[in-house]
């Protein structure tokens, strides 16, 4: 298989034939969705392979998590791949063969997908690569939005299953199917979540002069917030003070007491995500006094920025590039100010987080994640699981 690698004839017809049953696999993932620690069938799927194919498997760790290890040759070298199970609380359109059939709930942001294309390289490196090290295969739980990378890490993931670096693959819809974009340094955003409520006096309308009117308060604070970004972060650097929700008052002829509105907070920089705080604090707390109405900051530490570390970016683009071109690689795509938990595991290990083309403008892969009419491309099943063949050959090899 190596020979194979090297020469691309493996990313064929041959690859395609012995990834065909990873296709199957996913859709079986995808018509049966589960949410964040809720990933006990799919757990389970994915134990009895690794299993099945000789893997040292590990359940339970962050709740549904599995570990699966394999061994091989006498180096301490370690690495470890992950791909995340959970599903999404969205209702899915449509009507191919394989929805979901659980009401409510779709594998909207194809972690069905990672975690086909993980098995398949799974079973291609078990039964033909040659490697000397350890490689450990992640499935992580809860990624979207539950912090199940922290639940790992705190369950003793890097204790129990050290890594030297750890890799991880994202879909990205509207860009060509099957091109690889790689970024060294701050990649994705952080993002916080912030309840502000503003209680003041309510009243009749008819008699403002009495009220301390907490709508006109909300209605202020909302633009005031918007000049955060623009002048207060440097123009070169990210920032994004989103409010997502404004609730306050049920009839128009009574003055509301209390208003309440729901911000996200996004930054790709952890000094600029320090800055935000601050001045939303501050900026919230003295508009709030100017209407004569008490402000109470409800401020939730979200994901942190995912930061890519430069020596094993340049490793994985170059895996990349050797595999499929040049032409079908990006080494310094754009940052994304959406955010991901992989960013913890980054945290404590160095390693790269990539993206996939999951299909350009006009094709059905080009339908953005969280939407209801979301797929994963199985065609980039055989190109991720080739590439996770090669990353592990190239970061343990087999020197004898």
Not at 21 to 44: C, K, M, S, W, Y
Not at 98 to 118: F, V
Request: aromatic share 8%; net charge negative.
């Amino acid at each position: 298989m190596q020979a194979d690698l090297e020469a691309g004839s493996y990313l064929g017809a041959n690859l395609a034939s012995r990834v065909g049953e990873f296709v199957q696999i996913r859709r079986d993932i995808h018509a049966n969705p589960e949410l964040a620690f809720q990933e006990h069938r799919t757990g389970a799927l994915v134990a009895e392979k690794l299993r099945e194919w000789g893997y040292e498997v590990f359940t339970g760790l962050g709740g549904t998590g599995v570990v699966g290890t394999l061994r091989r040759g006498s180096s301490k070298r370690t690495i470890g791949i992950r791909a995340d199970m959970d599903a999404l609380p969205i209702q899915e359109s449509g009507d191919k063969p394989w929805r979901s059939q659980s009401p409510g709930l779709m594998h909207g942001c194809g972690h069905d997908g990672h975690t086909a294309a993980l098995l398949a390289a799974a079973k291609l490196i078990a039964g033909d690569l040659e490697f000397d090290g350890a490689l450990h295969l992640i499935f992580q739980p809860a990624e979207e939005g539950a912090g199940g990378a922290v639940r790992m890490i705190a369950d003793g993931l890097f204790t129990q299953f050290p890594c030297d670096a750890i890799f991880a693959l994202h879909n990205l819809p509207g860009i060509e199917t099957g091109r690889f974009v790689f970024r060294t340094g701050p990649t994705m955003a952080s993002s916080d979540n912030v309840t502000i409520r503003l209680t003041g006096r309510g009243g009749h309308a008819a008699f403002p002069h009495e009220t301390r009117d907490a709508v006109v308060a909300a209605a202020s604070i909302v633009m005031a917030l918007q000049s955060i970004v623009s002048r207060n972060v440097d123009p070169l650097k990210t920032g994004v003070v989103t409010v997502g929700a404004l609730h306050a008052g049920e009839a128009n002829n009574v003055i509301a007491e209390e208003a309440r509105l729901e911000l996200s907070i996004r930054a790709l920089d952890p000094e600029v995500r320090k800055l935000l705080k601050a001045r939303i604090t501050d900026l919230v707390t003295l508009q709030a006094q100017s209407y004569g109405v008490q402000a109470d900051i409800d401020w939730r530490d979200g994901y942190a920025v995912l930061v890519n570390s430069a020596r094993e970016t340049d490793i994985a683009t170059a895996v990349a590039m050797r595999l499929f071109g040049t032409a079908k690689v990006e080494p310094q795509g754009p940052p994304i100010t959406a955010s991901e938990d992989f960013a913890f595991m980054l945290n404590e290990v160095p390693g790269c987080y990539f993206f996939v083309g999951n299909g350009g403008p006009g094709t059905p892969g080009s339908c953005n994640v969280h939407n209801p009419g979301y797929d994963f491309n199985d065609d980039i099943i055989g190109p991720s699981a080739a590439f996770w063949c090669a990353l592990v050959q190239t970061c343990l090899p087999d020197e004898n």
